[in-house]
């Protein structure tokens, strides 16, 4: 019998091509998450991290329903030696269906902090939240930001960069040690766990989640750090080949396409003509699911402004060739529906601009979630700037998106750490973002 046993167990391990390998004991004690991933119509990758090396099934239900084992029998395993972590996925679900979920050990005990819920996609109407630049340096060190996010109900969010940042104080992205003790800190704040639970998550990094202050290519634990953050976020892939933050999310009628602007990029001063920013690989990946793409919105999302060109710190002018190389791309190839989203300013903004595409091209800034906010700058010395959008607290962006009439529609609106509206409303038809040309 015990030999049976064990052949049924080790069955069991293998059928799942998704997840990882089992390790270590059981118990239902979990120190984050757990967080959902990347959702599609059919699909959910699920994350979480505890002290130990844990395994779970994960078991399902919809409204009214009964509570049932996940397609396949899924593991949800968390393991390496610090702060053990891991991701699995579960796929066999019905489009914009609302299920519960809920981790069983294998001693039977159900790991639960929080509801943990999602919707599958393929919704009509939806609500898409971003933001950028998340530490314990800001007004609230609680950083109870996320539990008004959560309370917002998106559907997914999409984080921009400075995911966390690593201290100045002991220049802790000088040891890897260190920057995995600021990620398990940052990942068990108790006012970020609902959110987690409740609502996919999407990532890309700037500077401070992936070294110091205005790092590039040449930073000494560049590799190192790829593998510490990609332990933490179950996006969809990373890159063409493994290659940087960088990955597409097809939504109903969104496209989106997160970009790594800090992998390949060379030095700011660097004197090299032309110098790269986002690697040869990444240009291909990107043109050519811009041209694929047949989605009323499409969403580039990236560390830092594309746009704006009144201020010193980090921007896409200071690669003015790779900012030119997409804008030309755009125009050459009468890509329609272009929406830019961009963090890093600790300030929040839109810009517009009305002449490089034959349509508006419009820029929506959102930064500091949770982290020191910048000065204001006047309207009248900010070119393309809409008047009063300018938010100087902690915030998030807020993206309504309705399929349900002819002409689709997206409104942006703001909202600050304790639920107020902050800056404008903006709206914006599908039908306004098509070349006139």
């Known amino acids: 019998m015990a030999s049976l046993r064990a052949i049924a167990f080790i069955a069991l391990t293998l059928i799942v091509a998704s997840c990882s390998q089992p390790h270590g004991d059981s118990t239902a004690t979990l120190n984050a998450g757990p967080m959902l991933g990347d959702i599609t119509s059919s699909s959910v990758k699920v994350w979480a991290a ?12 919809t409204e009214g329903g009964e509570w049932y084992q ?8 968390l393991a390496n030696s610090d702060n053990p972590r891991g991701s699995c996925q579960i796929n066999g679900l019905l489009p914009d269906t609302e299920y519960q979920y809920r981790l069983i050990a294998s001693d039977g005990v159900v790991a639960a902090k929080s509801l943990q819920k999602f919707r599958t996609t393929g919704a009509d109407k939806y609500r898409l939240v971003f933001g950028s630049c998340a530490g314990d340096w ?4 609680s950083q109870s930001i996320f539990k008004t996010i959560a309370e917002q109900h998106p559907q997914w969010f999409l984080w921009m960069g400075d995911n966390i940042y690593y201290s100045r104080v002991r220049e802790e992205w000088n040891d890897i040690d260190m920057m995995r003790e600021r990620w398990a800190m940052q990942r068990s704040l108790p006012h970020l766990q609902q959110l987690l639970s409740s609502t996919a998550h999407a990532s890309t990094w700037d500077d ?5 202050n205005n790092s590039d ?5 560049r590799d190192e750090s790829y593998e510490l953050y990609k332990s933490y976020w179950p996006n969809p892939y990373f890159g063409s080949d493994d290659d940087g933050v960088y990955f597409s999310l097809h939504l109903n009628g969104v496209d989106v396409f997160m970009l790594d602007t ?11 003509p032309n110098k790269e920013l986002l690697g040869e690989q990444q240009w291909r990946w990107l043109l050519r699911e811009l041209s694929a793409s047949r989605a009323p919105f499409k969403l580039i999302v990236s560390g830092m402004q594309l746009l704006a060109e009144y201020h010193k710190y980090e921007s896409w002018s200071m690669f003015n060739s790779e900012k030119q190389r997409l804008l030309n791309y755009l125009v050459d190839n009468n890509i329609d529906g272009v929406v830019l989203l961009s963090g890093d300013r600790h300030i929040g903004e839109i810009l517009r601009d009305d002449d490089v595409l034959g349509y508006p091209l419009v820029e929506f800034t959102a930064s500091p979630l949770a982290a020191g906010v910048g000065s204001s700058t006047d309207d009248s010395l900010v070119k393309r700037r809409v008047a009063q ?3 100087t607290a902690e915030h998030f962006g807020i993206l309504d998106f309705d399929f349900s009439g002819v002409d689709p529609t997206l409104i942006y609106s703001a909202m600050g750490q304790h639920g107020e509206q902050l800056g404008l409303s903006y709206t914006l038809h599908a039908s306004q973002l098509k070349s006139q040309q």
């Open 50 to 61: 505890a002290d130990i090396p844990l395994r779970f099934h994960i078991e399902l239900k």
């Open 70 to 77: 996940a397609e396949n029998n899924p593991l949800l395993v």
């Open 138 to 141: 800001g007004p609230d060190p």
């Open 208 to 212: 401070h989640d992936y070294g110091p």
């Open 217 to 221: 290519k040449t930073y000494f634990l």
């Open 262 to 272: 800090r992998f390949h990029r060379q030095p700011n001063k660097s004197s090299v």
């Open 389 to 391: 959008s300018e938010i």
